[in-house]
């Protein structure tokens, strides 16, 4: 006799008939399946005459241009290697936590919402979000104008598809994030660069009229400047006369050092103008790919809707997931957690650059964000300081990459943030030993 | 004293002050933060002067129209009640398997693989789909043909990116997937319809040249039909002949109860012209949000881009989990488990529908699939036999509402395969009532 228990052996018999391996035939026993499942799984290719010789006129297809956006191969270069900027620490997120909250959630969620999903997203997360975003931003919504999204880069998708057309004038940041900039040039607008100065996004020199201002106002992307009281009510009076949307792209507004931080843009419109962005990329981590966009009352359906057609709705665990790490308060801890964490980064970054570069580069001062930008003394080119940095296997991208005009100062952008003080002491150095080669 | 130990204490100490709520000063002790780290995340709503009167452009916003494709609404009534069609019994998913998975995946990925991945998806699950659609499909692909997307539906977004202009001829199933034709629609292409006759899709007698053919060879989107071997080598003869791409939408194709399945059309194209497109929203659950493309050679960067532009890549662990699910043999035995029970809701379904309905219905008679279409014989309109069974609570969609000449034989689509015999039964009874009242 084998030493395994008669409810085993059932099961593993149960389980044979329920996968097709054996059949039970009453009154006379088990036998083996005459098909066995796998070829149920199995297809033989079939032979055909056709010419085998290429489709000719694919590469003409409309979106076959697409493929000069794909920046990814440039990035995989070291991608994750300090100083790429844009980064949370992941090795800090409590992931312990996070998937404690995925596995609860199997049996928390009602088993219609493993179904097709509201595409305006899961209610408990639209819930917690409104909630954060007024009480964190100074939003002015109600639930119901938010709209979960997959991380900001479906938010652009989502705005060109709902409010743009093609050759669409698009006010945009100069210079600016890149992620934004191609989403709206691949889908055919026209973008206007408008400088950035002291106080924000200047658009008073430009002439053409836009149909669509997109702005990073808490922190600008990439230079860190956090928009001023009196030029963000100049832009809101700006937008109201010339009837034009302001996409307000709040990506890490939870990174603010010192003071308090002014109200998002949309808290202190009255025009019903602006749509609110926000993204888990910079808090929990980019590869959950999350974020919401809070759209005014009369736009919700036409987002949901443009949501729907373009993939449903975002999945539902992380988004149960992600509504209890709201509301059981891990969010704002993890938040609290990493501000200190990052502004000690900060301060250990600023020091280690002035007291090993101060004769290449003038850190640009900031209180908040995972970045800065570095001005460079001695190089005319910042394509060439990168690649310089590149030879000694450090990532820093030119600050002219994020240029339109490419008219910018030559300057480097640092994300400092995710990075220990050891990894910043022992890139800096690296660093100090490219210049010596 | 508290009876806690001194580790737990300082552990709590090193807490708190990680949020902020309390500060160390050296050689002096422990003191509540001056400013709470609350007032960080609080702002002030400020004042402004504005006219708070609406903005009156925006209605006429590019996309407002998209609100008309908003079919949730109607869909939220009884949402999963039976005779629901496209949805799989998610009663019966392994949900402790794959919360398991989503755990481990934490450990097991590299900590590069949370920040932002690959836009074509996460190799080994590309590695594991291309395994699988090569054995069990018959298509004919190297692994990094397979671009990770989420769900169909954002599959018809990316074809229409990437292959589409708008007022391009779409050829389409008469009648049709509504997701995919609401897809296309939207932006802006303009659909033929194509009948299907009894060996699938029938392009003959469309004069209008399609950029596009959509179709459902496996399992004709609702009408059940296996596409015929000849039908598929015609209409890849006129693929071949007039330049035109084809979408193939393979998704039920695992749940065929009996013979073989034939190839997919993708595996015996040689003409580079087939787009291949898979789902796991029906064998897994549709929350779950992933489907891949498998695109001819040289579409492979275009697609990545348009990915990439879009919403950058698929989550992470919703991938990386999937990939082990494959790869470690849950995913055949769950199939093959399912094959059998919703084999056997088949053959309940179509006696009960039989035993009580043989004067109102027809079921077209099926081998595979979630679903079934059911010929009305007392009603001349699908539409009044949908409210009838409405109006006692039961959701049956008529045959109309997927078609776009509105010309089919008035029929119901029946999805019996998500509910219990219990379920099947007491609901034909309930339908029996309806004629009653």
Redesign the interface.
Known sequence: FLNISRTTVLLAFE?L????YIKGKPGSGTYISEEL?E????????K?N??????????E????????????ER?DYN??APFRP??PD??E?P??I???L??T???EIS?????????AGYQPLRDAIANYAR????V?CENDQVII???S??G??LVA?????PKDNIGFEEPGYTGAR??FS?AGMNIIPMPIDEEGINFKKTKLKPVLIYTTPSHQYPLGITMS?NRR?EL??YS?LN?CWILEDDYDSEY?YKG?????LQ???????VIYMGTF?KVM??????GYLIV?E??I??F???K???????????QAALAKFITDGHY??H???M???YEKRKEIFYNFIEQYLDNHITLHQTDAGLHTVGWLKNFSSDVDFSKLMLSGGIYTPPLSSYSFTKKCKPGIVFGYAAYTEHQIKSTIKKMLRCFSV
């Open positions: 389980n008939i329920a996968e097709g499942p070829n149920l799984l199995l297809t033989k290719n079939i055909t056709f010419d085998s010789a290429k489709r000719k006129n694919s590469p297809a409309k979106g076959y241009h697409f493929k000069k956006y794909l920046i990814q990035l991608r994750f844009g980064m992941l090795n997120f992931f312990h996070w998937t404690k995925i596995s959630s199997a049996n088993k219609n919402d493993f179904g097709y999903g509201d595409a009480a964190a931003r100074g002015k999204i997959n991380g880069q479906q652009f998708d598809k709902v409010l743009l057309s191609d989403s691949a009281l009510l809101l009076d109201s009837n603010r308090q931080p002014l109200s998002s808290g202190i419109d009255n025009n019903d103008s990329s981590f980019p590869g959950l790919r999350l005014p009369y736009l359906k036409s949901t809707a443009a729907m057609l373009t993939d449903r709705n975002s999945p539902i665990f992380e704002g801890r938040i609290r957690r501000r200190l964490i």
